[in-house]
């Protein structure tokens, strides 16, 4: 019995000692990892697709390094009024903490990828400038991402009415959608209660009417028929978001088909894009607004080629966003 309790006493010392071991070089590791620093901060130019991707290109390098953040304040309010945004506060660095770096290192890129970056040691505190549009710096962390730019309770009770409401006109033995949902929740229940194949659309057209940029008719009803002779035994109604809804209602209502719903006119942008992303598969346009769209709903995108970047389009664009050429 005396030796039991020996054996007993050494096995349980081994054990403490070792846990104590790997819990310490667990802290070295993080206190090794948490040395460096990426930096937004100044202005934080753009609308809300540029702001997105300035935070989640930061948030990428950083985690692909294990370093933590520092993200000026107006960038992070307004991305946490719009969105969840639920991250560990202790990826954070304070205020004071930031004025006492030195030596920090500016790189500036609009949206082409740096892989010199992901390097070992690639930078100690670096501060991104421009605009860092290129999904190559965060897909590593696509869920996550996803998780950050889900939508605010506000946004999916507001969400959930419409839809109820829409599904009625459709739908008359759907049930309504509840509104205590989180927004996983959400998407599900509307992939996959209804027997609906839902595609989202968002058309970029005030600004880009001047610049030329923007889609032609004929590229909207072609993707339309793309999705419709893919998916041809199934039911599919467009959702559609726009800068010009009026001028796309009577487009839509022109054409005699009453299987688009253009969202409405009280709907914030925050509330497009969350809606967008509920769905199935997406078709864009052109601009970041409209890449987020694509992005966060997870499906197939099919974008127009009309849209001009300047970078190569394979760090702006993903692999299962596709060009499909129509004839």
Known sequence: MKNLNIIKFFFLLCFCLSSILISRLNLISIEQNNDCIVIISGSTSGRLGNRMFRFASAFGLARSHG??????????????NNFQMLIDENLFISNEEFSRLKNIRNVSTVCSFLPDLFKPRAFKYLQLLGYWQSYLYFDNYRNEIRRFFTGRNTTL?????????????????????????????????????????????HIRARDFRLLQYISDESYIF????????????????????????????????????????????????????IALSLCHHTIITGGTFSFWTGYLSGGEVIHDVKYRIDCPKSDY????FSSVLFS
């Not at 107006?74 to 946490?80: A, G, K, N, P, V």
């Not at 459709?170 to 209804?194: E, K, V």
């Not at 009577?250 to 299987?259: H, L, P």
């Not at 664009?317 to 299962?320: A, D, E, I, L, R």
Request: aromatic share 16%.
């Open 222 to 273: 072609n993707a339309m028929s793309y999705y419709k002779q893919r998916f041809s035994k199934q039911k599919i109604y467009f959702l559609i978001a726009t800068d010009e809804k009026s001028f796309y209602q009577r487009i839509f209502s022109n054409n005699k088909t009453n299987e688009t719903f253009i969202l409405p006119n009280e709907f914030t942008p925050v509330d497009d894009l």
């Open 317 to 320: 664009y993903p692999p299962w």
């Open 67 to 80: 370093c933590r953040l520092y993200i000026e304040q107006s960038l992070r309010i307004d991305l946490s």
């Open 157 to 201: 009770i507001k969400l959930a009415d419409y839809f109820s409401n829409l599904l009625k006109t459709i739908c008359y033995d759907c049930r309504s959608i509840p509104t205590n949902l989180t927004h996983s929740q959400f998407r599900q229940i509307l992939q996959n209660d209804f027997s609906i194949l839902w595609i989202g659309i």
